[in-house]
């Protein structure tokens, strides 16, 4: 239901834009939210994005994540920017229809110092 896709490797202070593309029209579902999971660490939210546009982040992102729905592309997107090798872990993509929570199989993002 869910495909992310955008992952790969980054220097630190660089750029990666994540792209979740939903086989449902991601404008029915009630979310969509980015998560991450680092090696040995759970997985931890990183921004959501709601049906009527609104937006949050973890604080570890604020200010250099952004999350966007693209209309055209059925798809939500995560602009990451100022990469930090903290950020490193595999990203995953979450919607909620209803009572229903759907996840992608996630990408990799690797940020090397």
């Known amino acids: 239901l869910l495909v992310e896709s955008g992952g790969g490797l980054v220097q630190a202070g660089g750029s990666l834009r994540l792209s979740c593309v939903a086989s449902r029209s991601i404008f029915s579902m009630k979310s969509v939210a980015w998560y991450r999971q680092a090696p040995g660490k759970e997985r931890d939210f990183v921004a959501r994005?709601?049906?009527?546009?609104?937006?949050d982040y973890s604080d570890s992102v604020k200010g250099r994540f952004t999350i966007s729905k693209d209309m055209g592309k059925n798809a939500v997107n995560l602009q990451m920017n100022n990469l930090k090798p903290e950020d490193t872990a595999v990203y995953y993509c979450r919607g909620v229809i209803g009572a229903t929570t759907f996840w992608g199989q996630g990408t990799q993002v690797t940020v090397s110092s």
């Open positions: 994005i709601s049906a009527g546009g609104s937006t």
